[in-house]
């Protein structure tokens, strides 16, 4: 999966659910402009970060090892 298929999972949810980037900003104490421009692939972030948005939209994020 690509960062702007990420983006979008994350972007459907949160429209699915009726979350706004104002609410998600507030849950995991960030800038509502700051969190918009995230969700728009415009500003770089942190992986931990990340799951906390993942997490406020309810999605489950689920890493897979590569085999040699």
């Known amino acids: 999966m690509t960062a702007t298929e990420f983006l979008h999972q994350i ?3 949160k429209k699915a659910r009726k ?3 104002a609410a998600i900003a507030r849950s995991i104490g960030v800038d509502r402009s700051y969190l918009a421009k995230v969700l728009k692939g415009q500003h770089a972030v942190s992986l931990d970060r990340l799951l906390q948005v993942c997490e406020v939209v309810g999605l489950k994020v689920r890493l897979e090892g ?3």
């Open 11 to 13: 972007n459907t949810a």
């Open 66 to 68: 590569f085999t040699d």
């Open 19 to 21: 979350i706004s980037d």
